[in-house]
């Protein structure tokens, strides 16, 4: 997860007051910017919505074990295998 952070976001980025960089797909995915061939979007965003985003997709995955392991069409998470 964090090379396809540091991949889409590196700390060298400039970010200005009240921003945070935020990337698609997510860095916990297998399409994220390291894993995903390239192919991502980054974008500056208000830091507050930023984490609120953060904090929700963290939930989504705590409350859906099933989406855990792979089954979110369309995005798999990092870490696991389609067979999961």
Known sequence: MAKNRNTACPSSLERPPGK????FP???TWQG???G???YSR??????QNEDG?????????YNPRHRGGQ????DQVG???ED
């Open 33 to 35: 910017a390291n894993t």
């Open 37 to 39: 061939g390239g192919n």
């Open 72 to 75: 979110i069409p369309g995005v």
């Open 20 to 23: 945070q960089c935020d990337e």
């Open 54 to 62: 953060g904090r929700a997709l963290s939930r989504f995955y705590l």
């Open 26 to 28: 997510f860095a916990s």
């Open 43 to 48: 974008r500056m965003i208000n830091t507050t």
């Open 80 to 82: 696991t295998t389609a």
